[in-house]
């Protein structure tokens, strides 16, 4: 507990040391807001996707949703779901613009799923602010795959098919 | 076995294999690599042989790496034989740099790549935390935020040892 409470201690100074700073993707809440600091609610539950059931809709041979990386293109070069592409990280600034670029001309109903898993579900700074972004923009079918440690406990770990590559 | 485990985690289609991120590289000899850091400084995990080394994948966004980074300094600052690593795996280097200075991170750091991850099995998230012995073998690997006095207990257990 001693040293929960030096490191809380120190992650605060951190932050107050880098405020006002150049730096706001390091100094901002590890969830729930954007990088302007506007609260982004929840994702509803009924808009989660098991990662279980996402690797069976990808296996189906019907229409598959348009799948959305929406966190680090790095970890996406390194392994992402097989099918998705990069699209700009949902905790950033230019990571939303080019959200919105890449969607601009794409129907409102097409079924999308984002995912990210840089972090445990509740600390991910990209996800729900992604989420936010879509529904702004209109989408009327939008799901967030429920990763609740990382990529690669839920999703590679898992043997489901992964890629590697930065497009 | 393990090895060949982990190069078999992929079926289906164009997927291609990756490692498993079980952390299989804990019990080999820790894989080599030579990259700049940002103060210019070459560093190669080899030369760091006979020192305890905690290698630190992290990233600016990732709020469970802050917490555990200005004690990684203190344990650089207080742990005779200890060397810590940091490996940043942000898209870009610019807000790096500006977190390494602000915070006077007292540690060589390099920028990582997803060939880097690879190397090391697989950081698919973050942080991951690896302990390599004087030896240059890899001992321990935590996935996601430490459990920073376990760490420390490792830590003095390695350094205790040949």
Redesign the interface.
């Known amino acids: 507990m001693g040293?929960?409470r030096?490191?809380?201690g120190?992650?605060m100074?951190?932050?107050s040391?880098?405020a006002g700073?150049?730096?706001q993707?390091?100094a901002?809440?590890?969830?729930g807001a954007t990088s302007e600091g506007a609260a982004v609610g929840e994702i509803p539950k009924s808009a989660l996707i098991e990662p279980a059931e996402m690797a069976g809709l990808l296996?189906k041979g019907e229409e598959k949703p348009l799948v959305l990386q929406v966190g680090?293109?790095?970890?996406f070069?390194?392994?992402h779901i097989?099918g998705s592409e990069y699209a700009g990280?949902g905790?950033?600034d230019g990571g939303r613009a080019s959200l919105r670029l890449r969607m601009k001309d794409v129907k409102r109903n097409q079924a999308v799923v984002i995912y990210c898993?840089?972090?445990?579900w509740g600390?991910c700074?990209n996800i729900r602010a992604a989420y936010a972004e879509l529904v702004a923009m209109g989408f009327t079918s939008v799901r967030a795959l429920y990763v609740a440690?990382?990529?690669?406990?839920d999703?590679?770990?898992k043997?489901y098919?992964?890629?590697?590559g930065?497009k | 076995m393990v090895l060949l485990a982990a190069l078999l985690v992929v079926q289906t289609g164009p997927a291609v294999a990756v490692g498993t991120g079980k952390g299989w590289v804990a019990g080999h000899t820790a894989p080599g690599f030579s990259r700049m850091d940002l103060a210019g400084r070459r560093v190669t995990l080899a030369s760091y042989r006979g020192k305890v080394v905690l290698l630190n994948f992290w990233a600016t966004w990732c709020g469970p790496c802050l917490i555990e980074m200005p004690r990684f300094e203190e344990w650089q600052r207080t742990i005779p034989g200890l060397q810590v690593i940091g490996i940043s795996m942000d898209d870009e280097a610019a807000p790096v740099r500006a977190a390494y200075a602000k915070l006077k991170v007292n540690y060589p750091v390099v920028m990582g790549d997803a060939a880097m991850g690879r190397l090391y099995d697989g950081v698919y998230g973050l942080p991951v935390t690896l302990l390599i012995d004087r030896a240059g073998v890899v001992r321990f690997r935590h996935r996601g935020a430490a459990d920073l006095p376990v760490l420390r207990g490792e830590i003095e257990g390695l350094l205790a040892g040949p």
């Open positions: 040293e929960f030096k490191g809380f120190s992650v100074i951190a932050v040391l880098l700073g150049g730096v993707a390091f901002r809440p590890t969830t296996a680090s293109r790095v970890l070069a390194e392994a097989v990280a905790g950033q898993g840089c972090c445990p600390k700074p440690e990382d990529f690669g406990t999703w590679v770990a043997g098919p992964v890629a590697r930065a």
